[in-house]
């Protein structure tokens, strides 16, 4: 099933050199190929992986091999953080200390109760798309990873908005970005809301 927080209506559009950097399809030349692509990438390597424990999710290397196994079917890099600047996300020369820093964080949250399941799984979500550590697919790793820890944390996979009645893709998308600006705000309220939406 398609990823419904990845747009849609640009897939005639076709794929600039940048875009096409570490592809390893070569017949991929419009963003719906790449798309469809990544979705079947993604399909496959989640079949093959076992949900992890919460102490296995939250670790750098497994979240590391967690992008490979879904994004390495399409990119040469899945799984390795990216070296150059994007217009969103970090610093790419503090990714791997951030990343480490978030995974000791939701350790220490987990052990000591800090929040609610749900709460501390949207905040990891929300931290590891701030960092925005991969070149590419870092939301729809994030909310793999979300979910992969809310179950081991006793609760249901996240729904990511699919309960909303009547929206587009377009406007799923715009909440999710609104959601997660509204974290970058220290308010999580929303990215929660709209995770069990």
Known sequence: MPDPLVPVGEGHTELGDDDRTGLRPTYIATRSELNDAEQRSIARGLLRRRPPSWRDLLDDVYLRALHKAMFADVWTW???YRTRDT???IDPAQISVAVRELTADGRAWVEYETYPPDELAVRVHHRLVWIHPFVSG???H???AADYLVRALGRPPFTWGAGLAAV????LRSAYLSALRSADR????KVLTFARA
């Open 168 to 171: 587009t893709t377009t406007e």
């Open 138 to 140: 870092n939301g729809r």
């Open 186 to 189: 220290g308010d999580h309220t």
């Open 87 to 89: 217009n969103v996300g």
């Open 78 to 80: 899945a799984g390795k």
């Open 142 to 144: 994030g909310r793999v």
